[in-house]
């Protein structure tokens, strides 16, 4: 099982950047896929997730800025960031999880800054 992420860079406020996340090694339309954040001396936080059925959730502080979305012909999930602010800034992690198919899967991580 391989989750890739990539997208992750340095942005200044109010800009924007698109996360994605290539999956193999397993049933990838099976799964709820997520974005989770884990800034420095805070704990791991979702961000959004898509389930396999395309229903999103999201977290308050980024409604109506970010948008989850999956493409299961490439096995990808991405997370476009709009109006990025500096709260922002976090490693985003990309995650596979199914209860059904037994599995719960992370990726390595993506730095994303937002600072002028």
């Known amino acids: 099982v391989q989750l890739v992420e990539s997208g992750g860079g340095l942005v200044g406020p109010g800009g924007s950047l698109r996360l994605s996340c290539a999956s193999s090694?397993?049933?990838?339309?099976?799964?709820?896929m997520g974005w989770y954040r884990q800034a420095p001396g805070k704990q791991r936080e979702l961000v959004a997730h898509i389930t396999s059925g395309g229903s999103t959730n999201y977290a308050d502080s980024v409604k109506g800025r970010f948008t989850i979305s999956r493409d299961n012909a490439k096995n990808t999930v991405y997370l476009q960031m709009n109006s990025l602010e500096p709260e922002d800034t976090a490693v985003y992690y990309c995650?596979?999880?199914?209860?059904?198919?037994?599995?719960?899967?992370w990726g390595q991580g993506t730095q994303v800054t937002v600072s002028s």
């Open positions: 995650n596979a999880r199914s209860s059904v198919m037994g599995g719960n899967y």
């Open positions: 090694g397993f049933i990838f339309s099976a799964y709820r």
